[in-house]
């Protein structure tokens, strides 16, 4: 894998913990994956809304339909009644 090196700055009390709970050798790992796992979360989010705003467009759409049908409804319930 192709590697880039940035240099980010963090507070000192959060780089300790993380050089202490996680080796050395496991440190790019576990960030990429703690980084894609973010990046992951924001796009499904961004997928949600955008199913959100749709079905919001789309309400116009189905109920306008909706009221175009009606009388056509009506008619062919009262002929099988």
């Not at 980084?35 to 109920?63: H, K, N, Q, S």
Request: net charge negative; aromatic share 8%.
């Amino acid at each position: 894998m192709e590697l880039t090196k940035r240099t980010f700055a963090l507070p000192p009390s959060t780089v300790s913990r993380f050089e202490q709970e996680v080796e050395s050798g496991n440190r790019d790992e576990i960030v990429t994956q703690r980084i894609e796992d973010y990046l992951e979360t924001r796009r499904i989010g961004a997928l949600r809304e955008e199913i959100a705003e749709g079905c919001r467009e789309m309400w116009d759409v189905y109920r306008d339909t909706a009221r175009e049908w009606e009388s056509e409804d009506d008619r062919l319930l009262r002929s099988v009644e």
